[in-house]
């Protein structure tokens, strides 16, 4: 059936990769600049097209400016499952909502969007001759039109079975591009300082969005690393500052990860990264600190922290100790008031995160973080909680047939009173599952197996 004439609806037009992060994206953004996504509109899924009820054009522009999700907004004027249908929809749309665009002394072009089929030029011209009943008074102009519609055209998502008509048509006129640009323009191939683990540009972005981070926010990365996470939130206007416990990559020391390089040079370090996209002025510092002993004062500091803990893979999970902590069977020197570097297991580590940011965050502020799971056993139950805590989303990205990733957002809804307040629910519920602390050994026994089968195959 088709649609009616709707006040302030919009045409979002999204990327199809990270499909799971697209909408806790877009929702984040959508309450960030005062827009509400609701409900009925999550059943969209997988396509690339969803229809959107914002209060105003300024919130869609501004929408755009942050999303890397998505591709382009469009003012929705006609949608239909057939031509037939789309024509009659464009026929109810308000008049004088169009007539601002369309008056003599305009210039306008009409492109054509096609998801999963290729049209001709021929068949481009035939659709766009079929709008010649709209009231277009304007000019053409094809290099730089003040106005720009679209016809977008959706053939479904399965390549192998493309139907010789749209599933549905839309008409509308283009407000914004999103900020897909930002994904190459941030790459990490060209960025100054690099590490084993440094995060994806495009998947920075997401995580900085999640966090609702905006202009003038203070945001926090507790395993900071190369400063990855602090750039995607300088970026957007954020001050940014860090801790991690390798001294070496905090001063920018030791081997270098790239290929080709030994040692790191003179100017490799996270202040450096941030000066590479001019961004310097939002860096506050980065300290050689240890995640699980925290040296802050009480209060709220962080707007948002977003963070990527070690999962014990390319990176070890270390913490600083006592002689006293050093397990039994290993020898202890008890004058030496030299701290030790002992094991940091995962469980241990989303406890103190947690915590962490329970006691830190201001009211409404948000966490963002990775979650490393052995998929054959993973339930939502295993999802660490904190009281003053709320979960927003719970994004998977698959990192072998056997293990992923869950990119976790959680809210501070509730004020922390304080640590011993919360003791016994933290230390009976928040992690009943420690299945997190043997993630090591479940990747590498997959790797293993994966390696053995191949090898049993290749011998056959």
């Not at 999204?14 to 960030?32: G, N, T, V, W, Y």
């Not at 035939?126 to 055209?153: T, W």
């Amino acid at each position: 059936m088709a649609l009616p004439g709707p006040v302030n609806r919009y045409l979002l037009l999204l990327a199809q990769d990270h499909l799971e992060f697209r909408l806790p994206e877009i929702k984040s953004l959508l309450s960030l600049f005062g827009g509400q996504f609701t409900s009925g509109q999550e059943t969209y899924g997988k396509s690339p097209f969803w229809i959107l009820s914002i209060p105003s054009e300024e919130i869609a522009r501004n929408l755009m400016k942050r999303t890397v999700c998505a591709k382009s907004i469009f003012e929705l004027w006609g949608h239909g499952k057939s031509p037939e249908e789309l024509y009659s929809s464009l026929k109810k749309y308000p008049m004088e909502k169009m007539v601002p665009f369309l008056h003599s002394n305009s210039t306008y072009k009409i492109k054509i969007h096609t998801f999963n089929k290729t049209l001709t030029q021929e068949e481009k011209i035939k659709r766009m001759d079929a709008l010649e009943f709209l009231p277009f008074e304007g000019k053409v102009n094809l290099k730089r039109p003040q106005h720009i519609f679209s016809i977008l055209e959706d053939y479904g998502l399965d390549p192998n079975c493309i139907p010789e008509n749209p599933n549905n048509i839309y008409f509308g006129r283009w407000i914004a591009d999103g900020q897909r640009e930002l994904i190459e323009s941030y790459s990490v191939k060209r960025r100054h300082f690099i590490g084993n683990t440094s995060m994806d540009a495009g998947l920075s972005f997401i995580m900085a969005n999640h966090g609702k981070v905006k202009e003038n926010d203070i945001v926090f990365d507790p395993f900071v690393g190369t400063g990855g996470l602090l750039i995607a939130s300088a970026h957007f206007g954020a001050y940014v500052y860090g801790t991690d416990i390798d001294y070496n990559t905090v001063h920018g020391l030791g081997k270098a990860s790239r290929k080709n390089q030994k040692w790191r040079g003179p100017d490799e370090n996270i202040r450096a990264n941030l000066r590479q996209y001019g961004l310097e002025k939002y860096y506050l510092d980065v300290l050689v600190s240890d995640a699980s002993k925290p040296s802050w004062r009480k209060g709220t500091y962080f707007d948002a922290i977003i963070t990527d803990p070690p999962y014990g893979i390319r990176e070890s999970t270390r913490r600083t100790g006592s002689q006293k902590e050093i397990p039994k069977g290993i020898e202890k020197c008890p004058e030496s008031h030299v701290p030790v570097s002992l094991s940091y297991h995962l469980g241990d580590m989303f406890f103190d995160l947690l915590s962490f940011a329970a006691e830190t965050l201001v009211l409404g502020g948000r966490l963002v973080y990775w979650l490393p799971v052995y998929t054959p056993e993973y339930t939502e139950e295993m999802v660490p909680w904190h009281p003053c805590l709320k979960l927003i989303s719970n994004c998977e990205q698959k990192l072998s047939s056997h293990t992923s990733r869950r990119l976790i957002t959680m809210e501070k809804v509730k004020k922390f009173e304080n640590r011993d307040q919360y003791s016994h629910l933290l230390n009976d519920q928040t992690l009943p599952y420690q299945g997190h602390n043997s993630f090591r050994e479940k990747y590498f026994s997959g790797v293993t197996k994966r390696i053995a089968k191949e090898e049993k195959s290749s011998q056959e």
